[in-house]
């Protein structure tokens, strides 16, 4: 099955610098990338996705991109706030009809 | 929509009792996913199931676990008996297989302590 491999496991930043998280995966099929957000005692929420046919996707100050050949994609946040801290996730999948095989998280501090 | 929802939020047991947790999927939707949740292990895909069948249950840890979905707007995970290492958040999420957005949504979770 899919084994997603995320790092760092903690990052921590001062408010206003970019923060960049990455994901390994390793089934060659998967083709769908999304990125979640969990708050403190909250259910994650997604924030971004890719698809493998988009090599750049980008919404205010997150992007994520996607090397397929190499099997791996980040996640990059610029110009971050406190609001920002936050465990993300990363995830695989097959797409339609497949579940998402999540990264083990990264917990991101962002100290003012 | 109200969203995936799931009850209870918190559930309080002895070990070597029987634990069941619900959850109902956004209407619509025809995919619905059990992951377990651990500082040590991260979300785990326990079981999901397309159009109320079983899919992949290649995570279900043991015997004790067991899922099942009668219908599309209802699905509930069973642990019998329970023991405290299966403490954890549990969450249930869903998505809408073949359509649009294949955005899996979770719910709330339910915090289960086992002692």
């Known amino acids: 099955g899919e084994n997603v491999e995320q790092h760092p496991s903690t990052l921590s930043v001062q408010e206003g610098d970019s923060a960049v998280i990455k994901c390994t995966y390793s089934d060659s099929a998967s083709n769908y990338f999304p990125w979640y957000k969990q708050e403190l005692g909250k259910r994650p929420q997604l924030i971004i996705d890719?698809?493998?046919?988009?090599g750049e996707k980008k919404d205010q100050r997150i992007a994520v991109t996607l090397n397929k050949t190499a099997k791996h994609f980040s996640l990059h946040i610029t110009e971050t706030q406190p609001e920002d801290s936050a465990v993300y996730f990363c995830?695989?999948?097959?797409?339609?009809?497949?579940?998402?095989?999540f990264g083990k998280g990264t917990s991101l501090l962002v100290t003012p | 929509d109200a969203g995936v929802i799931q009850s209870p939020r918190h559930e309080v047991t002895e070990m070597g009792q029987e634990v069941t947790l619900r959850c109902k999927p956004i209407s619509g939707h025809n995919s619905l996913f059990w992951y377990r949740q651990t500082m040590m292990r991260g979300l785990e895909l326990l079981i999901y199931?397309?159009?109320?069948?079983?899919?992949?249950d290649s995570g279900m840890p043991e015997d004790r676990f067991s899922a099942k979905m009668p219908n599309a707007s209802f699905s509930t995970l069973k642990i019998q008996p329970s023991e405290p290492r299966d403490s954890a958040v549990y969450f249930c999420a869903s998505s809408n297989w073949g359509g649009r957005s294949t955005e899996a949504f979770f719910g709330q979770g339910t915090r289960l302590t086992v002692v």
């Open positions: 199931f397309n159009n109320n069948v079983p899919i992949d």
């Open positions: 995830a695989a999948s097959r797409d339609s009809g497949y579940a998402l095989n």
């Open positions: 890719i698809r493998s046919n988009v």
